[in-house]
């Protein structure tokens, strides 16, 4: 488990890995299935910022409705390069499989060409930050 912008993730693996369950905020708001990548961000959008948006199946589906939201700034990975310079809380889209996988940018760092990213359900040893380089993540 980690923790970004106050909210914390968690971990999908092995122990919370059961059937899909929706889980919805205090004030009634959908975040979708416990604990994916996907509901990490609508999650922290939702505490963070007050915005949301709707439900979708995968990270592919996510894009196809945010990559040209006025309100949410979005880069994808697909390629190894991004078409600007990431920024905290961007969200960052990952094209690695079925599924895909999204995360927030927690932060970049120029000098080094590193992503720091909040997500969760990524894998077993997961963390709210992970580091690569903008061209592997």
Not at 38 to 59: H, L, M
Request: hydrophobic share 35%; aromatic share 14%; net charge neutral.
């Amino acid at each position: 488990n980690g923790e970004f912008n106050g909210v914390v993730s968690f971990v999908n693996w092995p122990e919370n890995a059961r059937e899909p369950e929706s889980y919805y905020g205090r004030s009634g708001v959908y975040y979708g299935q416990k604990w994916q990548c996907i509901e990490y961000v609508r999650r922290c959008f939702a505490q963070k910022f007050g915005v949301t948006f709707p439900s979708v199946d995968n990270v592919y589906h996510l894009w196809a409705v945010l990559k040209r939201s006025p309100v949410f700034r979005c880069i994808s990975t697909s390629g190894g390069d991004m078409l600007f310079t990431p920024r905290q809380n961007d969200i960052i889209f990952m094209t690695d499989g079925a599924t895909g996988h999204v995360a927030i940018v927690a932060s970049y760092h120029p000098a080094r060409d590193v992503v720091f990213v909040a997500d969760q359900n990524k894998g077993p040893q997961i963390d709210v930050t992970r580091c690569g380089s903008r061209a592997d993540i």
